[in-house]
C-alpha cells in the first residue's frame, strides 16, 4: 500500500510526527514538501518559512527515525500545487489533519475525473498542547509552546509575563 501526504512542515512537531506514524502504520509513504513558492503562496499566516532544502534536510531526518519503527520506505518529493503528488496513480491512502480533510476531498475529484480509484482519506486528529491549544509551527514560531507542546516558560501559569 502507498501512502500520501503533504505539507511544509516547518518546523516539525508532535502533530506532523503523528501523521507520519499513521501513514507509515499503512504502508510506504511518498511525502509531497511545499516548494518555496507554494509556501509563500498558501501560508495563512505572515510568518518566514525556512527554505526547501533546509526543510527536507529535517523531514527526511524526521521520517528515517519513524520509517525505521515500521520496517517502512519514504520518499520526500517536491509539492508544487495544493493537489500535489496525490492526484497520480501509485496511491492508495492519504493522511491528512482536520483542516486539509476538503484538500483531500479535492484530491479525490481529481483522482475520479482522471480515472482513478479514490484514495482512502485518513484523518489524524489535531495534537493539543499543554494548554488545550492545539500543537501548530505557527505557535512554535511564536514562542508560545515547544515541539511537543510544552508551553514555553514565560508561558507557564504564574510567569509574570502571563
Known sequence: MDVALGGTFDP?????RALFRRAFGLGDVTVGLTSDELADRTRHV????????????DLEATLAELAGEFDREFEVRL????TGIAVEPPFDHLVVSPETKPGGDRINEIRRDRG????????VPHVRAADGGIL???RIVEGEVDEHGNLTPDREP???AV
Open 136 to 138: 501548530s509551527s505557527t
Open 79 to 82: 509539492l508544487d500545487e495544493p
Open 12 to 16: 516539525i512537531h508532535d502533530g506532523h
Open 116 to 123: 482513478l480509484a479514490p484514495l482512502n482519506i485518513h484523518v
Open 158 to 160: 504564574g510567569h509574570p
Open 46 to 57: 505572515e510568518r518566514h518559512v525556512r527554505p526547501f532544502a533546509a526543510r527536507r534536510e
